[in-house]
């Protein structure tokens, strides 16, 4: 398990200290004095010492106060990074294992006699599965060793015809339309990306197989994403989530300084998002 480097004590008092009584017996050796000045050079002398020592101490305090607060930072860090990891080694092993079932029993019933819809369908299951299954090992791999894991590219906006590609696959109705954007700074295109993917899960959730716009387009130095779906499909049943994944969502969003409305519009649900980027060409 890959971890923080422990704090080292480090106290440069002592060896300061030491260094500038050396110099000022030197000093005292190499310069003869006599009369008044051979009281005075010694009182000089031991007023410079004490006040040193008594700078050493207050420092070696201060550094020993420091080290101690670094130390039970590492050791609270060392704690929730060994109790991360524990739970996501749990939840790899509940998840992959639902999802190497799920894997297993869609790729043996595409073999049944089904219409070639359901075949699809089961297809489309067993792909996605393999996919999520291969995803969730990679960022475990992540987790336990970030510097030798494997890592995806970042998301950008090419990545979006895939994501919508991928939401038809699940039974969406989705469009995608791109305006004119010019540069786009690249944590504003994983933004984006991560405002699509969020908007696409929650209409699969609550509208099911319905159709949805998805739009991206510049206005001024703000990039505006809009997710709006056309209601729910007939019969269809919600399936609401936690609502992790829009506060995560959310606070990616206000990170960047943007806004985010999500709100039911015109018989269905819309997720607007605005992210100022100033990387706008000219």
């Given at each position: 398990m890959t971890s923080f480097p422990r704090?080292?004590?480090?106290?440069?008092?002592?060896?300061?200290?030491?260094?500038?009584?050396?110099?000022?017996?030197?000093?005292?050796?190499?310069?003869?004095?006599?009369?008044?000045?051979?009281?005075?050079?010694?009182v000089v002398f031991g007023a410079v010492t004490a006040g040193a020592a008594v700078w050493a101490v207050y420092r070696w305090r201060s550094d020993r106060a420091e080290y101690e607060r670094r130390l039970t930072a590492w050791?609270?860090?060392?704690?929730?990074?060994?109790?991360?990891?524990?739970?996501?080694?749990d939840l790899h092993d509940l998840v992959s294992h639902g999802l190497g079932l799920i894997t297993v029993r869609?790729?043996?019933?595409?073999?049944l006699e089904q219409s070639p819809e359901i075949r699809a369908a089961l297809g489309d299951i067993e792909q996605t599965s393999r996919d999520a299954t291969a995803e969730l090992r990679r960022m475990?791999?992540?987790?336990?060793?970030?510097?030798?894991?494997?890592?995806?590219?970042?998301?950008?906006?090419?990545?979006?015809?895939?994501?919508?590609?991928a939401a038809r696959a699940a039974g969406l109705r989705p469009s995608l339309t791109t305006g004119e954007l010019g540069e786009v700074a690249p944590g504003v295109q994983v933004a984006i990306c991560r405002?699509?993917?969020?908007g696409l899960a929650n209409v699969a959730r609550h509208a099911g197989p319905a159709g949805v716009a998805v739009r991206v387009h510049r206005d001024g130095r703000h990039v505006v994403v809009t997710v709006a779906d056309e209601g729910p499909a007939p019969g269809w049943r919600a399936v609401p989530g936690a609502g992790h994944g829009l506060a995560g969502l959310r606070e990616r969003v206000g990170a960047l300084d943007g806004s985010?409305?999500?709100?039911?519009?015109?018989?269905?649900?819309?997720?607007?998002?605005?992210?100022?980027?100033?990387?706008?060409?000219?």
């Open positions: 704090p080292a004590w480090r106290n440069r008092a002592v060896p300061l200290l030491v260094l500038i009584t050396g110099v000022l017996v030197l000093l005292l050796c190499m310069v003869g004095a006599g009369g008044p000045a051979a009281r005075v050079i010694p050791a609270a860090a060392e704690a929730v990074l060994a109790e991360r990891l524990r739970i996501a080694g869609a790729a043996a019933t595409r073999h475990l791999t992540v987790l336990r060793e970030p510097e030798s894991a494997p890592l995806a590219p970042a998301d950008s906006l090419g990545t979006l015809p895939e994501i919508v590609r405002t699509v993917r969020e985010l409305i999500a709100e039911p519009v015109e018989g269905g649900y819309r997720l607007t998002v605005r992210l100022p980027d100033g990387m706008r060409t000219a």
